[in-house]
């Protein structure tokens, strides 16, 4: 069964440091998500793509935070400079098509840690 | 805006016990609901979903009805495993700008033992 991937896994840095985090998406999925996952609560939306678009970064810190999906295919977030706020897990999700009715499919995650 | 309500947890229960994990959402469109599973340090992995009202998604012996008139979408399930051990996140997906956008609940810990 085709998954999400992402990596990495772990991540730990010093804050005011640059980290990247990388997903690719299930084959196809023309729809791609990253979230954000604060411990104990549910993931919250910071940046959807439609193809190589950005259809809705309302809520991506773009002070520090950037997204990028250059081929329509994978997708990089990254945050410049990390702040120790930003602990956390990122999740990267994808579907087939952007429409209500549609089911996300979710990569394992980057649990970054910022000292 | 839109919005779910999940139980707190954690919900304990031994094994073989009937669970229920309460949901209410609030939406302004006509909204698909979905309930994920996420495993100690991983990702979230779909449960079920319902896409209109009155269907009742089910699946790995976990069932839940879209409750219109209730505007919830609790979650059952008969016989409870060790190894159902998660936490559950209850979620909505409605029309943004546009676009769907999927809005989870804080999710509710479920604690299987012995």
């Known amino acids: 069964e085709a998954e999400v991937a992402q990596s990495p896994r772990y991540k730990i840095t010093e804050k005011s440091q640059a980290v990247a985090f990388w997903c690719d998406p299930i084959?196809?999925?023309?729809?791609l998500y990253w979230y954000r996952q604060i411990l104990g609560q549910g993931p919250e939306l910071l940046v959807q793509?439609?193809?190589?678009?950005?259809?809705?970064d309302s809520q991506l810190p773009k002070d520090r935070f950037s997204a990028e999906r250059l081929k329509g295919v994978d997708s990089t977030l990254k945050i410049q400079p990390a702040e120790l706020g930003d602990s956390a897990m990122y999740l990267c999700?994808?579907?087939?098509?952007?429409?209500?009715?549609?089911?996300?499919?979710f990569g394992p995650g980057t649990r970054l840690l910022v000292l | 805006g839109n919005s779910v309500t999940q139980m707190e947890g954690p919900v304990t229960l031994s094994e073989e016990a009937f669970l229920t994990i309460n949901c209410t959402y609030t939406?302004?469109?006509?909204?698909?609901l979905f309930w994920y599973v996420q495993y100690p340090g991983e990702g979230l992995q779909l449960l079920l979903k319902?896409?209109?009202?009155?269907d009742k998604g089910s699946n790995k012996g976990f069932e839940a009805t879209y409750r219109k008139e209730t505007t919830s979408f609790h979650l059952e399930k008969g016989s409870v495993q060790v190894s159902d051990s998660a936490v559950y996140f209850c979620?909505?997906?409605?029309?943004?700008?546009?676009?769907?956008?999927?809005?989870f609940g804080k999710g509710t810990m479920l604690l299987v033992s012995p």
């Open positions: 999700a994808s579907s087939l098509a952007w429409t209500v009715q549609e089911t996300q499919y």
């Open positions: 084959s196809g999925h023309a729809t």
């Open positions: 793509f439609q193809d190589e678009s950005v259809v809705d």
């Open positions: 939406a302004t469109g006509y909204p698909s």
């Open positions: 319902a896409t209109k009202a009155d």
């Open positions: 979620a909505l997906s409605d029309r943004g700008s546009g676009y769907s956008t999927l809005t």
